[in-house]
T-cell receptor
Framework: SAVISQKPSRDICQRGTSLTIQCQVD?????MFWYRQQPGQSLTLIAT?????????ESGFVIDKFPISRPNLTFSTLTVSNMSPEDSSIYLC???????????FGQGTRLTVV | GQQLNQSPQSMFIQEGEDVSMNCTSS?????WLWYKQDPGEGPVLLIA?????ELTSNGRLTAQFGITRKDSFLNISASIPSDVGIYFC???????????????FGQGTILTVHP
């Protein structure tokens, strides 16, 4: 399994500001994914981030709100822009393991917007 | 977005009891995965299923990939207090398809185990 580290683990932010979340993987991976988990809810895919191409966003998520970078095969960032209290969630980075069949998750970033 | 129908939503059981939870979907999935999430942590993979009809065990956990590829169940035998947490099923799309690698999650089952 891949070891995935996210920073920060948690943050409290003022509305209207932006937060960039980092995801570092201990091995090179082709596909990285960003998920959101709203309080008491399940996980919803925000976007797929592949190195060398633009991120692909799921319905309901847009690049202006959630810009993503993928500069190399071990690192990605997700920015939550112009935050509002509705953005308070856990944001999770995920990668596919060797064989590209099993997805592994970071510990998540717990964001609270006040 | 699309979600799997996972049930039950919550379970309160006594230590030593067996637990069963299941997921159903209107879509076919290539892979079914079961995760456990503890408070403040990301989901941890418990079992992965790759073939229709496959029955796989991991210690006290047993999971099956439904024949129709649209459902899966997870059983936990002889539950212990550390089994407490939220269990999620997830379906993964086919390789080469637009859904490849993307996971669709169930709503989760909250498990409470009383000593």
């Amino acid at each position: 399994s891949a070891v995935i580290s996210q920073k920060p683990s948690r943050d409290i932010c003022q509305r209207g500001t932006s937060l960039t979340i980092q995801c570092q993987v201990d091995s090179q991976v082709t596909m990285m994914f960003w998920y959101r988990q709203q309080p008491g809810q399940s996980l919803t895919l925000i976007a797929t981030a592949n190195q060398g191409s633009e991120a692909t966003y799921e319905s309901g998520f847009v690049i202006d709100k959630f810009p993503i970078s993928r500069p190399n095969l071990t690192f990605s960032t997700l920015t939550v822009s112009n935050m509002s209290p509705e953005d308070s969630s856990i944001y999770l980075c995920s990668v596919l393991g060797t064989g590209n069949t099993e997805a592994f998750f970071g510990q998540g970033t717990r964001l609270t917007v006040v | 977005g699309q979600q799997l129908n996972q049930s039950p939503q919550s379970m309160f059981i006594q230590e030593g009891e067996d637990v069963s939870m299941n997921c159903t979907s209107s879509s076919i999935f290539n892979t079914w995965l079961w995760y456990k999430q503890d408070p403040g942590e990301g989901p941890v993979l418990l079992i992965a299923l790759y073939k229709a009809g496959e029955l796989t065990s991991n210690g006290r956990l047993t999971a099956q990939f439904g024949i129709t590829r649209k459902d899966s169940f997870l059983n936990i035998s002889a539950s212990i207090p550390s089994d407490v947490g939220i269990y999620f099923c997830a379906g993964q799309g086919y390789a080469g398809g637009t859904s490849y690698g993307k996971l669709t999650f169930g709503q989760g089952t909250i498990l409470t185990v009383h000593p």
